[in-house]
């Protein structure tokens, strides 16, 4: 899988400045817990989540932001890591 790129910074994404095609992450999210990756796309291309592996909320040190981390299979038998560490703000890269 390719790293993600925005703003010269490799396999980062964000949804208020798109890159040439489309780079995202898909969530869903339900009434009874929180989001969970359901694909990412890149590339307009659309690599569906499988299985989640783990999910780990990880709070900086420093009393900084929040961010969640999943271990998720892809469709093509890959493992990648998918980093959220803001609403629209996410990093996708191979685990």
Not at 17 to 39: D, I, K, L, Q, W
Request: positive net charge; aromatic residues 4%; glycine residues 10%.
């Amino acid at each position: 899988m390719r790293p993600l790129k925005r703003n010269g910074r490799r396999d980062e994404a964000t949804a208020e400045e798109p890159a040439v095609g489309e780079n995202r992450v898909e969530f869903y999210a339900g009434s009874r817990g929180g989001e969970t990756p359901r694909a990412v796309i890149i590339d307009n291309a659309r690599l569906e989540v499988v299985e989640v592996l783990l999910r780990k909320r990880v709070l900086d040190r420093a009393g900084g932001p929040v961010r969640d981390i999943w271990r998720c299979r892809m469709g093509d038998g890959r493992e990648v890591l998918i980093e959220r560490s803001g609403p629209e703000t996410w990093r996708v890269s191979a685990a």
